[in-house]
């Protein structure tokens, strides 16, 4: 089935340094990943589109400037946090779907997610 | 804007028990509804979707079902054992998927 693959599981940084998180299809090619965010006991929240070869689109509230999303592969998208501070601790997810299945019985695939924290 | 209501935010039950959990959403007029499981410090695992025009849908003990007049789907676990303990997301799709806060499910033997 559809794998996604997402890197580190778990990131501690000191507050004002850059965090990347990659995420990977493994099996199949993605246009289109998403990116979400999901603090304790809170629902996962959509942060942005990653689109493969342009720009992401972000959701309202979403900084595009601290969040920075590269797209540069059919099977690659990074998210990068830039000067992270405390506040952007939080569980990281990608997430993408497999084209080859059909939209109207199959979902999505996740990654296993990043534990951000940073202090 | 569309809104997504679980309204348990946990759920405690027997083993060998149906567990049955609820999902309302407004202001929107989904063409599928997706439920997914998520353990503690891992990403979500897709289980079922189900579209507008079906009522029902079954996958081994897991049974979806799908009320787009009252805007409500029902997702049940028969014969739930304690490996079932988890949170269960509800999830529509519009360019991305919405995710509802999820209920906590937690069966004891």
């Given at each position: 089935?559809?794998?996604?693959?997402?890197h580190p599981s778990w990131?501690?940084?000191?507050?004002?340094?850059?965090?990347?998180?990659?995420?990977?299809?493994?099996?199949?090619?993605?246009?289109?990943?998403?990116?979400?965010?999901?603090?304790?006991?809170?629902?996962?929240?959509?942060?942005?589109?990653?689109?493969?070869?342009?720009?992401?689109?972000?959701?309202?509230?979403?900084?595009?400037?601290?969040?920075?999303?590269?797209?540069?592969?059919?099977?690659?998208?990074?998210?990068?946090?830039?000067?992270?501070?405390?506040?952007?601790?939080?569980?990281?997810?990608?997430?993408?779907?497999?084209?080859?299945?059909?939209?109207?019985?199959?979902?999505?695939?996740?990654?296993?997610?990043?534990?951000?924290?940073?202090? | 804007?569309?809104?997504?209501?679980?309204?348990?935010?946990?759920?405690?039950?027997?083993e060998g028990k149906t567990?049955?959990?609820?999902?309302?959403?407004?202001?929107?007029?989904?063409?599928?509804?997706?439920?997914?499981?998520?353990?503690?410090?891992r990403g979500p695992v897709?289980?079922?979707?189900?579209?507008?025009?079906?009522?029902?849908?079954?996958?081994?003990?897991?049974?979806?079902?799908?009320?787009?007049?009252?805007?409500?789907?029902?997702?049940?676990?028969?014969?739930?054992?304690?490996?079932?303990?988890?949170?269960?997301?509800?999830?529509?799709?519009?360019?991305?998927?919405?995710?509802?806060?999820?209920?906590?499910?937690?069966?004891?033997?």
């Amino acid at each position: 089935g559809a794998v996604v693959s997402q890197h580190p599981s778990w990131v501690i940084c000191k507050s004002g340094t850059s965090v990347k998180i990659e995420c990977r299809s493994l099996d199949f090619q993605a246009t289109t990943m998403f990116w979400y965010r999901q603090f304790p006991k809170q629902s996962l929240m959509l942060m942005a589109t990653s689109n493969e070869g342009s720009k992401a689109t972000y959701e309202q509230g979403v900084e595009k400037d601290k969040f920075l999303i590269n797209h540069a592969s059919l099977t690659l998208s990074t998210l990068t946090v830039t000067s992270a501070h405390p506040e952007d601790s939080s569980f990281y997810i990608c997430s993408a779907r497999d084209p080859r299945l059909g939209t109207a019985l199959y979902g999505y695939t996740f990654g296993s997610g990043t534990r951000l924290t940073v202090v | 804007s569309q809104k997504i209501e679980q309204n348990s935010e946990a759920l405690n039950i027997q083993e060998g028990k149906t567990a049955t959990l609820t999902c309302n959403y407004t202001n929107y007029s989904p063409a599928y509804l997706q439920w997914y499981r998520q353990d503690p410090g891992r990403g979500p695992v897709f289980l079922l979707l189900i579209r507008e025009n079906e009522k029902e849908k079954r996958k081994e003990r897991l049974k979806v079902t799908f009320d787009t007049t009252l805007k409500q789907s029902l997702f049940h676990i028969t014969a739930s054992q304690p490996a079932d303990s988890a949170t269960y997301l509800c999830a529509l799709e519009e360019t991305a998927l919405i995710f509802g806060k999820g209920t906590t499910l937690s069966v004891s033997s």
